[in-house]
């Protein structure tokens, strides 16, 4: 199992960007694919992004797609999402999740939160108008 600690979020204006870090600790030596999502207030949570376990793939809701970046870094055990051009509808709490996958299964992307065994606390992002 890993576990998963979000940091980067907070508060900026519409057209600001913000860097959210998913830092993974545990059995990093297993392969995961790995998620964004997020959850305004009075809805439901919504995929942001995801990238392989091999880092060779990814994917973007149409919201963000343009605007966000996924990334990992396997030096540190992080991923990242850079969010630029934010909007106030981009306001919402922010969560990564793991997905254990099998060696066959490195280039694949995960968009359902119910593929995702393992979640983090959230991070809070707020883009003012």
């Known amino acids: 199992q890993v576990q998963l600690v979000e940091s980067g979020g907070g508060l900026v204006q519409a057209g600001g960007s913000l860097r959210l870090a998913c830092a993974v600790s545990g059995r990093t030596a297993t392969p995961y694919g790995m998620g964004w999502f997020r959850q305004a207030p009075g809805k439901e949570r919504e995929f942001v992004a995801a990238i392989s376990s091999n880092g060779g793939r990814t994917y973007y809701s149409d919201s963000v797609k343009g605007r966000f970046t996924i990334s990992g870094d396997n030096a540190v055990n992080t991923v990242y999402l850079k969010m630029n051009s934010l909007k106030p509808e981009d306001t919402a709490d922010y969560s990564c999740?793991?997905?254990?996958?099998?060696?066959?299964?490195?280039?694949?992307?995960?968009?359902?939160?119910?593929?995702?065994?393992?979640w983090g606390q959230g991070t809070q992002v707020t883009v003012s108008s």
């Open positions: 999740a793991a997905k254990r996958v099998p060696p066959w299964s490195t280039a694949t992307v995960y968009t359902s939160q119910f593929d995702y065994g393992t």
